[in-house]
C-alpha cells in the first residue's frame, strides 16, 4: 500500500482510468465479435448496421487515449474490408 498522499491518489486515479479503459476495450471486442458472428452467419445486412456503433466506440476509445489512433484506423479498415467482402 502506498504511505505517501501522492501515491495514494496516484493509486486512486489508477485504478479509475482502468475501469474507463476496461469498460471501452470490452465494448470494442464484444461489437467486433458481434460482426464477424453476423458474417460468419451470411448477415451481411446487421453487420453493416453494426458498422457505425463499430465506429463509433473506436473513435471515443482513440480520442480518450485508449487506444491509438492509427490502432482505431486499422481495426475499422479491417471491420469494413470484412464485411463489404460479405457483402
Do not use: C, H, W
Not at 479509475?16 to 479503459?21: F, L, P
Amino acid at each position: 500500500m502506498p504511505i505517501k498522499n501522492a501515491a495514494k491518489k496516484a493509486l486512486r486515479q489508477n485504478i479509475k482510468r482502468e475501469k474507463i479503459n476496461t469498460g471501452y476495450e470490452r465494448k470494442i471486442k464484444d461489437l467486433i465479435k458481434k460482426a464477424r458472428s453476423f458474417v460468419a452467419q451470411k448477415k451481411a445486412k446487421e453487420a453493416k448496421n453494426l458498422l457505425s456503433d463499430i465506429y463509433q466506440v473506436l473513435d471515443k476509445a482513440a480520442k480518450v487515449g485508449t487506444i491509438k489512433k492509427n490502432n482505431a484506423s486499422r481495426r475499422k479498415s479491417r471491420i469494413t474490408r470484412l464485411i463489404a467482402k460479405s457483402l
